[in-house]
């Protein structure tokens, strides 16, 4: 969800910064105030491309950043591919200089136009009467339904057996595709009969390197066990003058002070006798045989040269083999292995058409609830004679199954259903794409919806039902609209006016959030284009009913 929105010298705008919570925020304003301006800010920070210049003052730079609570998996998973550790809030700016170049960043790092569109395409939801959504991108309707369906079990099955079918061809085409003359087969076999003669194993090589290691510092160990052994073990070394000083301090066990002492004496004396004999077995165990020494690095002279030569590493010469016995298999029983290729590939298919047909009668079922839960949506928002329909059509195998699907709409009574990319946009649209994203923006995980005037031309109850179905959508995710209607301002949690101010020489514009006061007197003056007593009393009627119903949604 958006936190926070800071504008610094944006067209109409020397400074702001507004602070949003959860649920539903109106944002009402003037004629030409910039009320759309704020959402093309946030459009901005998303990853949209610049629409000509942005500088309120040619001199400076535009500042934008936004304030963001991310939650959805996928976004944190994109955050931690950039880099960005996981926080409680984003920050994310853009600034854009007079020539309008654009910097974009999240907490302090640069980040392209590209990876921040990718990071909002599923937490910010931005809809306009003008703009292409991808409820309308056919490509959108199978993710849509799965989503609604809630068929990622059925979905994944589906997926790792057509990877599996699709390899099986793919290994069916290349060895169709393969050929040896005899003087390449005879050099792979000899090749795979060197390699085997030297029985390499990773474990030995392992082993190999930790003996050579060992040998290659036996000086240093024997010279450094002799010398402190001798040193222990000698007449009048450090244990014999240990011991005496321990003998003569006996003498001192009847006055209390030296028990302490004495005591410490003892055990001093003690553990160094036991050092003195861990390094004595030591230094017997040591043994350096030559012949042994030159048998470890002819070995593993042996195994680096044959590593060097298959690409350095275990993987590699391990993967090398493989190749080889492969390619002998296939050559010499390639009629064989196509026909074992080709049950293979049947069984493989007849599971994944068992799977497939499975998750399309899942996908058949789940569609008939919802085409049931958006009809009475659309019947909230006065679209009753709107038909919706999920269209499917079977198609050739793919990892997403055996169904093509597309949403199909008639917006009025005798009319046929047709794509819903061909509906004619507009009002009735705005209201139908509402509804829509009151069923799919919460199996989605949006953050933030945007409704930049979607209810240009609807008055009166229809206006009321818009808002009231805003305030329902808002219950589960955070929710701005750009209106001119008192009766969907009246359903909003938080109201934010937007106002020009034209006494200075250059213009600008203001957003501050309305009291329950102000709130009223806008909303009476959006209502009757006035404020008097009676449009007041309109107001208070307005804000009454809104209240009745909201409470009624819960």
């Known amino acids: 969800m958006l936190v926070n929105l800071y504008l610094e010298n944006y067209i109409l705008f020397d400074k702001q910064s507004l602070s949003f919570n959860n649920g ?11 009320k759309s301006l704020i959402i093309d800010a946030l459009g901005y920070l998303c990853g949209n491309r610049l629409s000509g210049s942005l500088q309120k003052d040619m001199s400076k730079p535009t500042f934008i950043e936004g304030v963001f609570q991310f939650d959805n998996a996928n976004t944190l998973a994109t955050l931690n591919e950039y880099g960005i550790d996981d926080d409680e809030t984003y920050i994310v700016s853009r600034t854009i200089d007079p020539l309008g170049k654009s910097i974009s960043r999240i907490n302090g790092r640069s980040i392209t136009l590209a990876q921040l569109k990718r990071l909002f395409e599923n937490e910010v939801d931005i809809h306009t009467q003008r703009d292409n959504q991808y409820l309308l991108n056919k490509t959108y309707h199978l993710q849509l339904v799965d989503a609604f369906a809630q068929n990622d079990g059925l979905l994944n099955n589906v997926k790792e057996t057509y ?67 001798q040193q222990l073990n000698a007449s009048k070394g450090i244990i014999e003058g240990l011991f005496n000083v321990k003998e003569t301090m006996k003498q001192l066990h009847d006055i209390k002070p030296f028990d302490e002492v004495n005591e410490r004496l003892n055990s001093l004396y003690l553990e160094l006798s036991d050092v003195k004999y861990e390094i004595g077995h030591e230094l017997d165990g040591l043994d350096y045989d030559e012949f042994e020494v030159n048998q470890v690095e002819q070995r593993l002279f042996e ?20 190749e080889y016995e492969s390619k002998i298999e296939q050559a010499d029983n390639k ?40 009809m009475d949506h659309l019947k909230d928002l006065q679209l009753e004679n709107t038909q919706f329909s999920v269209n499917f059509i079977q198609k050739d195998p793919s990892s997403n199954g055996i169904d093509d699907i597309e949403f199909m709409v008639a917006m009025n009574k005798g009319f046929d259903l047709a794509p819903l990319i061909k509906v004619a946009s507009g009002g009735e ?17 949006v953050s933030t919806i945007v409704f930049d005037e979607i209810d240009t031309g609807v008055s009166g109850s229809v206006a ?3 808002g009231a179905k805003m305030y329902e959508l808002s219950k589960f995710t955070q929710v701005f609209t750009i209106t001119h209607l008192g009766q969907v301002a009246a359903y909003s949690d938080e109201h934010y006016y937007v106002e020009k101010d034209n006494t200075k020489d250059v213009g600008f514009t203001n957003i501050k959030k309305l009291d329950e006061h102000l709130n009223k007197e806008k909303i009476a003056l959006m209502a009757t284009g006035m404020i008097s007593e009676s449009s007041l009393n309109t107001a208070d009627e307005i804000i009454h009913l809104a209240k009745k119903h909201r409470d009624s949604i819960g």
């Open 464 to 466: 009321s039902n818009i």
């Open 24 to 34: 539903f925020i109106a944002v009402t304003g003037d004629t030409g105030a910039g």
């Open 335 to 374: 009629e064989y292995l196509l026909s074992k290729l080709d049950k293979e590939i049947e069984d493989t298919l007849s599971v994944y058409m068992s799977l497939a047909q499975s998750l399309s009668d899942h996908r058949k079922q789940s569609v008939t609830k919802l085409e049931a839960e958006i």
């Open 163 to 229: 990877k599996t079918y699709t390899k099986l061809l793919s290994n069916k085409e290349e060895l169709l595709n393969t050929s040896f003359n005899e003087e390449e087969l005879d050099f792979i076999k000899f090749q795979l009969s060197e390699i085997e003669k030297l029985k390499m194993d990773e474990k030995e090589y392992l082993n190999l390197l930790e003996m050579q290691k060992d040998f290659s510092n036996y000086e240093l160990i024997f010279s450094s066990l002799s010398t402190s052994y």
């Open 429 to 445: 649209l705005s209201r139908l794409m509402l509804g829509l994203k009151t069923v799919f923006s919460k199996l989605f995980g």
């Open 303 to 322: 195994i680096n040269q044959c590593l060097r030569r298959y690409g350095g590493s275990f993987e590699s010469f391990n993967l090398k083999k493989e």
